[in-house]
Structure formats: structure tokens, C-alpha cells
T-cell receptor, first 111, second 113 residues
Framework: QKEVEQDPGPLSVPEGAIVSLNCTYS??????FMWYRQYSRKGPELLMY????GNKEDGRFTAQVDKSSKYISLFIRDSQPSDSATYLC???????????FGRGTSLIVHP | DGGITQSPKYLFRKEGQNVTLSCEQN?????MYWYRQDPGQGLRLIYY???????QKGDIAEGYSVSREKKESFPLTVTSAQKNPTAFYLC????????????FGSGTRLTVV
């Protein structure tokens, strides 16, 4: 079992839909959780990060962490075609230079 | 604007040749990283450097070499010993530990023919 599991997709949704992207993990020591967005042929960009459990909202994006279930989610409201990208989750225990990345989920938002 | 510059964006080389990928940052970040990304494989760490004149091997360092002579620069050399060098290479940096995230460059696509 990999330390971080992420469904590669692709996930295809119509414009305006609410999107849920998820990662599960096995290492209970993870404390910091990050989401990156990567457009085709570009480098990933940090979208959101959260510490420990709970929700964090930024515009149309909400990151949710459930440490008891070892499950994190990224919700995108009112999805747009410009949201079409690969979304990578990453997590880290604290005090490390190297996070553990998921393999990424490809999202396609069609008009 | 602060950021990471990777050059070139596309690189073609003949098999058996060494090639050096450039990575420069003006974020004043201490730590820098090289990752390789292949379809379906996710990000794999090649080398990282926490400070000038020091670097550590990542999970797939064989066939690669790096140097860190300046804080701003972390070039990666893909040697002829790398068995399958064709890939998308990403450079990243962080200010200290990774818990607040990395800043990535836009990547270099290396094709070896």
C-alpha cells in the first residue's frame, strides 16, 4: 500500500458542477496537507495548504482534512473549464524538507 | 516578480551525451529540489539541497548529478549513465521545511533520441 493514494481519473464534469477531489493516506504522523494544481506542460502551483484537521476556504476552493479517517478532500464550487488540470495532494509530518505526493487526479471541466 | 526559472523549456539530446538543465530562483529560498515526472508515475525526487555547497540524493539519483555553488542556482546534469532520461524535469524551492509548500518552476521537457 502506498503512503498516499489518489485516484488518477480522469474526472469529467460539466461546467458549474461541484468537484470533489480526494486523497487517502496511511501515515498518521502527517500534519500538513497541501493541494497543487498543474496545468498541462507546466509546473505545479500551490493552491492551498492546511494544518491538522478542519476546513479551509479560499474563494471557490475548500480544503478539508479528516485525520481520524486519514482522508483529505479539495472541493471546487462552480467549476470552470479553466479548472481543467491535474490536482496533486501532498502531505508532510512537519520538520521535513520532503513531502509525500499523491500521483495526481486529472480533472476535465467541459462547457 | 519572484520565481523559479528553468531553461530551456524543451531539450533534445542524442543518446550517450550528458546534458545540464538550468534552475535559477530569486525567492531567497534556502532549499532547492529536482523532481522527475513521468506519465502515471507522479513526482519522483532526484536530488535536493538544503543549503549552499550541500545536497542529498533522492529516490532516483542514479545517473544524475547536481551542484549548489550559489544559493540562487541548482543545475541538474543528466549523464549518459541514466538509462531512461526522457522525461519532464521540475525544479522547486522552499523557504525551510516543506510544510508550507514548494514553489515550482515551469519544467524542462528532455527528449533523448
Amino acid at each position: 500500500q502506498k503512503e498516499v493514494e489518489q485516484d488518477p481519473g480522469p474526472l469529467s464534469v460539466p461546467e458549474g458542477a461541484i468537484v470533489s477531489l480526494n486523497c487517502t493516506y496511511s501515515n498518521s504522523a502527517f500534519q500538513y496537507f497541501m493541494w497543487y494544481r498543474q496545468y498541462s506542460r507546466k509546473g505545479p502551483e500551490l493552491l492551498m495548504y492546511t494544518y491538522s484537521s478542519g476546513n479551509k476556504e479560499d474563494g471557490r476552493f475548500t480544503a478539508q482534512v479528516d485525520k481520524s479517517s486519514k482522508y483529505i478532500s479539495l472541493f471546487i464550487r462552480d467549476s470552470q473549464p479553466s479548472d481543467s488540470a491535474t490536482y496533486l495532494c501532498a502531505m508532510e509530518t512537519g520538520g521535513s524538507y520532503i513531502p509525500t505526493f499523491g500521483r495526481g487526479t486529472s480533472l476535465i471541466v467541459h462547457p | 516578480d519572484g520565481g523559479i526559472t528553468q531553461s530551456p523549456k524543451y531539450l533534445f539530446r542524442k543518446e550517450g551525451q550528458n546534458v545540464t538543465l538550468s534552475c535559477e530562483q530569486n525567492l531567497n529560498h534556502d532549499a532547492m529540489y529536482w523532481y522527475r515526472q513521468d506519465p502515471g508515475q507522479g513526482l519522483r525526487l532526484i536530488y535536493y539541497s538544503q543549503i549552499v555547497n550541500d545536497f542529498q540524493k533522492g529516490d532516483i539519483a542514479e545517473g544524475y548529478s547536481v551542484s549548489r555553488e550559489k544559493k540562487e542556482s541548482f543545475p541538474l546534469t543528466v549523464t549518459s549513465a541514466q538509462k531512461n532520461p526522457t522525461a519532464f524535469y521540475l525544479c522547486a524551492s522552499s523557504q525551510g521545511f516543506a510544510n508550507y509548500g514548494y514553489t515550482f518552476g515551469s519544467g524542462t521537457r528532455l527528449t533523448v533520441v
